[in-house]
């Protein structure tokens, strides 16, 4: 037996050795289910924004229905991203500080009452309306953004190390539920309103198109968040301390054991003499400012970071050319021809084809081979994958919009869908959760995932505004460098991604020790210790 065998502690072998058993897949559910809610709660407000607009910026003097002006869409839409980056930077910090399972009911709680709050956004004025909404979905991405480092945290310190990233990726796979879910619960509210109230179109009665009820829609969609986080909230207390973090960070074996005993269902020694031996010789005890974190995890973080922040440029932009793709081949027709119902219906309708199609799949994927192939692989292959079809849709951008080629067009945009999710959106919210010491894991992934949100932000506002025509720009914006140059722009984003991976190590196979260099630390001070008193 290898001596940091030898010198490490039981129950983390056991951890690493154990089979896939019941408690691994009741974690991937408690974990998985926040992603779920985070997901319904982030991507629903994208299906119900052209409904704001009607119901509170319709000008009836004017042909068209209302719709949000940019400053106050770009608010709504984006003043959650800003909300989940703070959130992963405090609760990242927190979840080192006071452990993963104390924090983790917290960041359920605010997304329960922010959900409802979001939805009861009552006013007299639109622009109160909005504000009240604006301050609710900040704070409910505050509580997102927690759930980011303190569910891959918890997955990858619960399980084996053999199946480590297949099910640190499920709990981020079911992400794609959560989009799908938010899709499928606004089409089934928008038909049963519709089937309810008979609204004529715009063009035919300007009052009618919009009735009262119409108010109603949004505000359910986004207050029915809460009931996947509400139904979650007993098993993520029920779920003990990871031993990772009671042993390492606590160093408290006597209880990581106690507590991997029940859950393994396996007998665990009190390992209390050989903590206090290792937490006597200091082992591993660097901070995150120190010159030896630098030197030893500096260009993993700058790694990690970078690709996440690149990835998310990308990933957000998509949305982008959605509304060609949506218009081209005639799912959602003009405004004015359908009442504030039908537009909602043929919003979600079509935003569910496309996470049925390419969004779903590419994540399940991912699971299933990110164990076989490793996460480098797989990461690699999806940033050159979609710069080559960023490209693809960029050089003959003019050819796909053109009458008879919308198919194509659509092909290629689900595809690039298919690997992000098969490839980085997947892999940079794995990898830091794998290859960090233990007591700084959680602000490690934190900053990680808060660069990655800083990203969004770029992809889906700084885009917004740079992929206008610079000739006929959408109303309220200014000319920019249009949709074909934003794409060039966002290849050349993914090839660095590609390039950035190489400074992120593979984690496939190895402990969480290994790759943080805990284990290497342990053998070592041993090896030191046992020379001491022979020099003496």
């Not at 973090?245 to 160093?251: C, E």
């Not at 690997?419 to 980085?424: D, E, L, Q, S, W």
């Not at 949709?483 to 966002?490: A, K």
């Given at each position: 037996?290898?001596r940091?065998?030898?010198q490490?502690?039981?129950v983390?072998?056991?951890?690493d050795?154990?089979?896939?058993?019941?408690?691994?897949?009741?974690?991937?559910?408690?974990?998985?289910?926040?992603?779920?809610?985070?997901?319904?709660?982030l991507?629903?407000?994208?299906l119900?924004?052209?409904l704001?607009?009607r119901?509170?910026?319709?000008?009836?003097?004017?042909?068209?229905?209302?719709?949000?002006?940019?400053?106050?869409?770009?608010?709504?839409?984006?003043v959650?991203?800003c909300?989940?980056?703070?959130g992963?930077?405090?609760?990242?910090?927190?979840g080192?500080?006071?452990?993963?399972?104390?924090?983790?009911?917290?960041?359920?709680i605010?997304m329960?009452?922010c959900s409802?709050?979001?939805?009861?956004?009552?006013?007299?004025?639109p622009k109160?309306?909005?504000?009240?909404?604006?301050f609710?979905?900040?704070?409910?991405?505050f509580?997102?953004g927690?759930?980011?480092?303190?569910?891959?945290?918890i997955?990858s310190?619960?399980?084996?190390?053999?199946?480590?990233?297949?099910?640190i990726?499920?709990?981020?796979?079911?992400?794609?539920?959560?989009?799908?879910?938010?899709?499928?619960?606004?089409?089934?509210i928008?038909?049963?309103?519709?089937?309810?109230?008979?609204?004529?179109?715009?063009?035919?009665?300007r009052?009618a198109?919009?009735?009262?009820?119409?108010d109603?829609?949004?505000?359910?969609?986004?207050?029915?968040?809460a009931?996947?986080a509400?139904?979650?909230?007993?098993?993520?207390?029920?779920m003990?301390?990871?031993?990772r973090?009671?042993?390492?960070?606590?160093?408290n074996?006597?209880?990581?054991?106690?507590?991997?005993?029940?859950?393994?269902?396996?007998?665990?020694?009190d390992e209390?003499e050989?903590m206090?031996?290792?937490?006597?010789?200091g082992?591993?005890?660097?901070?995150?400012?120190?010159?030896?974190?630098a030197?030893?995890?500096?260009?993993?973080?700058?790694?990690?970071a970078?690709?996440?922040?690149?990835?998310?440029?990308?990933?957000y932009?998509?949305?982008?050319?959605?509304?060609?793709?949506?218009?081209?081949?005639?799912?959602?027709?003009k405004?004015?021809?359908?009442?504030?119902l039908?537009e909602?219906?043929?919003i979600?309708?079509?935003?569910?084809?496309?996470?049925?199609?390419?969004t779903?799949?590419?994540?399940?994927?991912?699971?299933?081979?990110?164990?076989v192939?490793?996460?480098?692989?797989?990461?690699?292959?999806?940033?050159?994958?979609?710069?080559?079809?960023?490209?693809?849709?960029?050089?003959?951008?003019?050819?796909?919009?053109?009458?008879?080629?919308?198919?194509?067009?659509?092909?290629?945009?689900?595809?690039?869908?298919f690997?992000?999710?098969?490839?980085?959106n997947?892999?940079?919210?794995?990898?830091?959760?794998?290859?960090?010491?233990?007591?700084?894991?959680?602000?490690?992934?934190?900053i990680?995932?808060?660069?990655?949100?800083?990203?969004?932000m770029?992809?889906?506002?700084?885009f917004?505004?740079?992929?206008?025509d610079?000739?006929?720009?959408?109303?309220?914006?200014r000319?920019?460098?249009g949709?074909?140059?934003?794409?060039?722009?966002?290849a050349?984003?993914?090839?660095?991604?590609?390039?950035?991976t190489?400074?992120?190590?593979?984690a496939?196979?190895?402990?969480?020790?290994e790759?943080s260099?805990?284990?290497?630390?342990?053998?070592?001070?041993a090896r030191?210790?046992?020379v001491q008193?022979s020099?003496?």
């Open positions: 037996m290898a940091s065998e030898q490490g502690l039981q983390l072998s056991a951890l050795a154990a089979k896939t058993q019941w408690y691994h897949f009741t974690a991937i559910v408690v974990a998985g289910m926040g992603f779920f809610t985070d997901a319904y709660d991507f629903c407000i994208s119900v924004t052209k704001l607009g119901i509170y910026y319709t000008d009836l003097s004017k042909p068209d229905p209302g719709t949000l002006p940019p400053g106050v869409a770009a608010a709504v839409n984006g959650a991203f909300g989940t980056l703070a992963q930077l405090f609760f990242g910090w927190l080192d500080k006071m452990g993963r399972k104390s924090v983790y009911g917290m960041t359920l605010l329960v009452i409802i709050g979001s939805g009861l956004s009552f006013a007299h004025t109160s309306v909005m504000a009240t909404l604006c609710f979905r900040f704070w409910l991405g509580g997102i927690g759930d980011y480092p303190l569910s891959a945290t997955m310190e619960y399980a084996n190390k053999k199946t480590r990233g297949a099910f990726a499920a709990v981020f796979a079911m992400q794609g539920f959560g989009i799908l879910a938010g899709g499928i619960v606004t089409l089934i928008s038909s049963a309103f519709r089937a309810g109230f008979h609204e004529p179109a715009y063009q035919d009665d009052v198109s919009t009735g009262t009820e119409a109603f829609v949004w505000r359910i969609i986004l207050m029915l968040g009931v996947p509400l139904l979650t909230y007993y098993w993520r207390m029920k003990p301390e990871t031993a973090y009671t042993a390492l960070v606590a160093k074996a006597k209880l990581a054991a106690a507590d991997m005993s029940k859950v393994l269902q396996v007998e665990l020694e209390t050989k206090d031996e290792m937490v006597s010789r082992a591993n005890d660097f901070g995150l400012f120190s010159p030896q974190f030197r030893r995890h500096g260009l993993h973080l700058v790694g990690t970078t690709t996440w922040f690149l990835l998310d440029i990308a990933f932009s998509q949305n982008l050319f959605q509304k060609d793709i949506f218009t081209s081949i005639n799912w959602i027709p405004a004015r021809t359908m009442s504030a039908d909602v219906f043929r979600s309708r079509a935003q569910t084809l496309i996470a049925l199609c390419g779903v799949p590419g994540y399940w994927f991912t699971v299933f081979l990110i164990d192939v490793g996460r480098f692989a797989i990461q690699l292959m999806g940033f050159f994958m979609m710069t080559v079809f960023m490209l693809g849709l960029a050089v003959p951008y003019h050819h796909w919009t053109t009458p008879g080629n919308q198919i194509g067009f659509v092909v290629m945009y689900a595809f690039t869908f690997f992000a999710n098969f490839g980085p997947a892999t940079t919210f794995v990898v830091p959760a794998e290859i960090f010491p233990a007591r700084l894991r959680s602000t490690c992934h934190g990680s995932a808060a660069a990655g949100k800083a990203g969004a770029i992809g889906a506002f700084g917004l505004y740079a992929a206008q610079p000739h006929k720009p959408d109303a309220g914006y000319p920019g460098i949709v074909r140059n934003s794409l060039f722009v966002l050349g984003v993914n090839l660095l991604g590609f390039m950035f190489f400074l992120v190590p593979e496939n196979g190895k402990s969480l020790e790759m260099g805990e284990a290497q630390d342990n053998e070592d001070q030191a210790a046992a008193p020099t003496a």
